[in-house]
Nanobody
Framework: VQLQASGGGLVQPGGSLKLSCAAS????????VGWFRQAPGKGREEIVC????????EYADSVKGRFTIARDSAKNSVYLQMNNLQPEDTAVYYC????????????WGRGTLVTVSS
């Protein structure tokens, strides 16, 4: 099983990035899917999760109104559109899938680094 996150990079404050997460072997529609991040010197933070059954979406307050998760079942992928990025959004971003976010994660993708700096 592999989750491959991509799309990170360097962006100026106020800018946008779109992260992608493609899955192989497992079908993401069968799982809760989320994006997490870990900033330097801090613990891992759940920023958004789509629940497994009802497909409800929960955003962390820190990203609400700025970040949007989207899924493409045909491509077995999930995306994270990030707008109005700020320096505090600098982190390694991970996609994950499992029974429930954040405490029942079965699969973690390799992280992708997002740096917000002028």
């Amino acid at each position: 099983v592999q989750l491959q996150a991509s799309g990170g990079g360097l962006v100026q404050p106020g800018g946008s990035l779109k992260l992608s997460c493609a899955a192989s072997v497992v079908r993401l529609d069968d799982y809760a899917v989320g994006w997490f991040r870990q900033a330097p010197g801090k613990g891992r933070e759940e920023i958004v999760c789509v629940s497994r059954v009802r497909k409800t979406v929960e955003y962390a307050d820190s990203v609400k109104g700025r970040f949007t998760i989207a899924r493409d079942s045909a491509k077995n992928s999930v995306y994270l559109q990030m707008n109005n990025l700020q320096p505090e959004d600098t982190a390694v971003y991970y996609c994950a899938a499992g029974g429930r976010c954040p405490d029942d994660i079965d699969f973690w993708g390799r992280g992708t680094l997002v740096t917000v700096s002028s």
